[in-house]
């Protein structure tokens, strides 16, 4: 068996909310399963609710290897997913983001709100100031992030993204995504 230092593994960002429509937790069921079959690891923020759950849980029940990176003070708010096969628990938020970003082959961004959105903008920065070379892929469950893309669009027309709008990748399914980032 491959041990975890040897394992490619995909960060993933998300919401640790459901969401309006019940194609994000299926999208995020969907990523952790198709990870865990294809021998990939799951690296995620380590909570038990919402898309971070479902992502989670998928990967598991698929015999998926999980590991969950969380800051103390969501563990002491009874957030942490204790059926991961490991659970980091870090002193502050930008410790946890530094250990998945060094633990992590690829990014991946499903729905989210304000968190997953500074996560996202913060591994693509890091990307264009050559701090890593990992791919980074959106998921664009259902449109959610279709106004968003727009925005970048709009952007790089205006010549702020500096010609790195494409290092955003953009996928709809997980299979997809695994191809842009080179994993399938």
């Known amino acids: ?61 698929a015999g998926g290897h999980v590991v969950g990176v969380i800051p103390h003070v969501l563990v002491d708010l009874e957030v942490a997913h204790e059926g991961v096969s490991e659970l980091h628990v870090t002193s502050t938020m930008h410790t946890r983001k530094a250990l998945m970003a060094e633990k992590a082959d690829a990014f991946f961004i499903l729905p989210g709100g304000y968190g997953t959105f500074e996560e996202m903008f913060e591994v693509l920065a890091w990307q264009t100031l050559k701090i890593h070379s990992k791919p980074v892929v959106l998921l664009n469950i259902a449109g ?21 709008r494409g290092i955003l990748l953009v996928a709809q399914t997980a299979d997809e995504a695994l191809r842009l980032a080179g994993l399938g």
Request: charged fraction near 25%.
């Open 1 to 61: 068996m491959e041990s975890s230092t040897t394992r490619k593994s995909v960060a993933v960002y998300c919401a640790s909310a459901e969401g309006a429509r019940p194609e994000y937790r299926a999208a995020a069921e969907e990523l952790g399963r198709t990870l865990a079959e294809r021998g990939l690891g799951l690296i995620y923020g380590g909570g038990k609710a919402g898309l971070m759950g479902a992502v989670a849980d998928g990967a598991l029940a």
């Open 144 to 164: 959610f992030y279709d106004t968003m893309l727009e925005f970048l669009d709009v952007c790089d027309r205006q010549g702020m993204l500096r010609g790195n």
